[in-house]
């Protein structure tokens, strides 16, 4: 990214996240910092594959073996790993390899909780993309094996690991657009998630996405990362949401929704609002955090401030001349810059790093276990057409 105004060094950010994670304490000493970690994908669909080309960037950094139940699947994912790696349609299997030091779990929804339990029982460390674990059984299940464990764990919310949203989050903190009056979030696609089937009975194996069975749709694989933000900035979670949703675009006999809205209140007051449709892609992704100073908004890549007042300037650091007029994108408001690498490589690299120097990760159980709780709360909302309030809300709560 070229280096415009209101910079300031991504070192900054870098800073910000080493010192936000913690040490952690009797964790797995891996064998020394320089040594080769080795990898295994478990579920090698279009996301466990896609990070495959992450991982072969990253130095000291090997894709050992790859387990997916479709062998075509399976046959895409040994080409993207680019190695050695050896297949396995057993996941089981694949964690009895003891050359393999961690797991990266991005099959279904549904499967996430056993398969990461299975894998920290095998000694591995774990990568579990998100939303970390489907329903409250698996979600605390999941919990209690990862504090039962000296391994680490790592939820895939991969924004959490963007320098360039560390650095807005602690923009935030430190009062850059004033007292937080709402969150505005989108997601909005045009197109289909169903996948061709080359045989009837696979059709729910391949279109897992569709059956609420196996997934939580829009609000699991899209506004979770969303949700997860908003946790983070305000240091809540939420205490009730309402919402609604439907299929009411692809009728295919899909069951869960092809658009959905949401707005979750949080015990300081502030209102986040989630729409995800699959009919109209306007402004594709992004994040609107309003408050009474100015209004801050995110793309996956790019953030702009827009100061309240309708102020087109604002003065400066700008190529080392004090006092410069910072520049104004129209329609988006003064650019923040960061140096940042793209966040899906950015959160494996902390994950590798977590694991080398035995820290915690930025996104770990717990920031992890909380947005899978606020995703069932949404859910629930939405396919129950009533205002889910945590505290009487199946006797879960939010972890500390």
Not at 44 to 50: M, P, S, V
Not at 314 to 328: N, P
Request: hydrophobic share 35%; charged share 25%.
């Amino acid at each position: 990214m070229k280096r415009r105004d209101f910079i300031i060094k991504g070192a900054i950010a870098s800073a910000a996240v080493t010192t936000s994670a913690a040490a952690m304490t009797n964790v797995f000493d891996f064998k020394h910092a320089n040594d080769t970690l080795n990898i295994g994908i478990i579920g090698t669909g279009d996301r466990g594959t896609g990070l495959s080309a992450n991982i072969n960037s990253i130095k000291n950094f090997n894709i050992l073996g790859c387990c997916d139940t479709l062998p075509f699947r399976l046959e895409n994912g040994l080409k993207a790993a680019k190695g050695t790696a050896k297949g396995y349609t057993d996941y089981r299997k694949l964690l009895d390899i003891k050359d393999i030091d961690a797991i990266l779990v991005s099959t279904p929804f549904s499967t996430h909780s056993k398969i990461a339990m299975d894998a920290l029982d095998a000694g591995k460390h774990v990568y579990c993309e998100k939303t970390m674990a489907k329903g409250f059984g698996g979600i605390q299940d999941l919990v209690n094996k990862v504090d039962q464990s000296n391994h680490v764990f790592q939820t895939g919310h991969q924004y959490h690991s963007s320098r360039l949203y560390t650095h807005v989050v602690d923009l935030i903190k430190a009062g850059k657009i004033g007292k937080i009056s709402a969150f505005e979030c989108q997601w909005n696609r045009h197109g289909n998630w169903r996948r061709p089937v080359p045989s009837p009975e696979l059709e729910k194996q391949i279109n897992w996405r569709m059956y609420r069975e196996f997934s939580g749709g829009l609000v699991a694989e899209l506004c979770s990362h969303q949700i997860d933000f908003a946790n983070w900035v305000l240091g809540e979670t939420p205490n009730q949401v309402m919402g609604t949703g439907g299929v009411d675009y692809y009728k295919d006999g899909r069951e869960t929704y092809d658009n959905i809205h949401l707005i979750y209140n949080y015990p300081s007051g502030v209102k986040a609002k989630f729409t995800c449709l699959t009919s109209n892609a306007k402004d594709g992704y992004q994040i609107k955090v309003m408050g009474d100073k100015g209004t801050i908004i995110l793309s996956y890549t790019k953030a702009w401030f827009f100061p309240e007042g309708g102020k087109k300037k604002e003065l400066g650091i700008v190529d080392g001349v004090s006092g410069a007029t910072v520049k104004w994108e129209k329609g988006l408001g003064i650019p923040i810059t960061v140096d940042h690498k793209e966040p899906s490589l950015q959160a494996l690299i902390d994950f590798k790093d977590s694991i080398t120097n035995n820290s915690k990760p930025i996104s770990d159980i717990k920031t992890g276990a909380n947005t899978a709780i606020c995703v069932q709360m949404g859910l629930e909302a939405m396919y129950t057409n009533s205002i889910i309030k945590q505290d009487e809300f199946k006797g879960f709560k939010f972890y500390e």
